[in-house]
């Protein structure tokens, strides 16, 4: 289930971004380059995967990675693709 949620990229960014902490609906937005609708509908289903938390300040809604295990997840899957991903072949000119 958690790495289901997770293979979503526009989930994994939104994840990534709560691994450097708890931020609101604007700020996730933003960061992650996606229509407002399209992030609050990722953070409502991995809020209720229990994959984050929510709660009201004021009239924000500030969300959170619901478990530090979860940030250290992704940020080792994102460090580990990083590593492995296609290089470039080198040609000589």
């Given at each position: 289930?958690?790495?289901?949620?997770?293979?979503?990229?526009?989930?994994?960014?939104?994840?990534?971004?709560?691994?450097?902490?708890?931020?609101?609906?604007?700020?996730?937005?933003?960061?992650?380059?996606?229509?407002?609708?399209?992030?609050?509908?990722?953070?409502?289903?991995?809020?209720l995967?229990?994959?984050?938390?929510?709660?009201?300040?004021g009239?924000?809604?500030?969300?959170?990675?619901?478990?530090?295990?979860?940030?250290?997840?992704v940020?080792?899957?994102?460090?580990?693709?990083?590593?492995?991903?296609?290089?470039?072949?080198?040609?000589?000119?």
């Amino acid at each position: 289930m958690l790495l289901g949620m997770l293979a979503d990229p526009t989930r994994l960014r939104l994840a990534a971004c709560l691994a450097h902490g708890e931020q609101d609906v604007t700020a996730l937005t933003t960061a992650v380059g996606a229509a407002r609708p399209a992030v609050s509908q990722h953070l409502g289903k991995l809020r209720l995967a229990g994959l984050v938390t929510v709660r009201r300040d004021g009239r924000r809604q500030v969300y959170a990675l619901a478990d530090p295990h979860i940030g250290r997840l992704v940020t080792e899957a994102l460090h580990t693709a990083e590593h492995r991903a296609p290089r470039p072949a080198i040609r000589p000119h």
